[in-house]
């Protein structure tokens, strides 16, 4: 049973237009939500997290929105630029264990 | 400011040789310690963490070890490689719950 599910698969936005990536859960001891962006051929990079005591965090032009009992949550880009193309993963932790769980993660392709 | 440095970036080996993948932290005082695995196109998958020197737990047994020599340094090795062992592997580190990855290592193995 997967932990951690992201759709879409693939998402395609023109520049300018905000994308949203959702994310859902199904152990309800996590508590720490981190999204990850990663280039082909590099590591993934920490883009912006939230923990369940809060429902929305807003970084810029990163939002993520979150709901706890639907164990739901969304990141917003907004204004996406081309170079905004990459995976991003969801990850979801218990911060007791330490143990991060990742989505499949979503390829976003903006285009110019 | 804190650094990751993996090595080598990449590496072509056989099937049945011996591995040994490196990681360094600089700039933070024991941090907890991650290796983590992603195949081609895939998500992450946690191997082993560590968080403090001489202590690791495995949380995936995918035929590899690791090592904690150093509060800086993370050792991940094999002695027989299998096909499946090719991908990406990936150090990070750790304070608390934020975790951040290193450039990984590319390997292939044929």
């Known amino acids: 049973q997967q932990q951690v599910r992201q759709s879409p698969q693939s998402l395609t936005v023109w520049e300018g237009e905000t994308a949203i990536l959702n994310c859902s859960y199904e152990d309800s001891t996590f508590n720490y939500f981190p999204w990850y962006q990663q280039f082909p051929g590099e590591g993934p990079a920490l883009l912006i997290s939230?923990?369940?005591?809060?429902d929305k965090k807003e970084d810029g032009r990163f939002t993520i929105f979150f709901n706890k009992r639907e164990k739901k949550l969304s990141l917003h880009i907004t204004d996406s630029q081309p170079g905004d193309s990459a995976t991003y993963f969801c990850?979801?932790?218990?911060?007791?264990?330490?143990?991060?769980?990742f989505g499949d993660g979503t390829v976003l392709t903006v285009k110019p | 400011a804190q650094t990751i440095h993996q090595w080598p970036v990449a590496e072509i080996k056989a099937v049945g040789s011996p591995l040994s993948l490196g990681c360094t932290i600089k700039?933070?005082?024991?941090?907890?310690l991650y290796w983590y695995w992603q195949a081609t196109g895939g998500t992450l998958q946690q191997l082993f963490y560590s968080i403090t020197v001489g202590q690791v737990e495995s949380v995936v047994q995918l035929n590899l070890s690791a090592s904690r020599p150093k509060d800086d340094q993370f050792i991940l090795s094999t002695e027989k490689l299998l096909l499946s062992h090719s991908g990406f592997y990936l150090c990070?580190?750790?304070?608390?719950?934020?975790?951040?990855f290193g450039p990984g290592t590319r390997l292939t193995v044929l």
């Open positions: 939230i923990r369940s005591v809060s």
């Open positions: 700039g933070k005082s024991s941090p907890n």
């Open positions: 990850a979801a932790s218990d911060t007791n264990t330490g143990k991060l769980t």
């Open positions: 990070a580190w750790s304070l608390d719950a934020e975790q951040f």
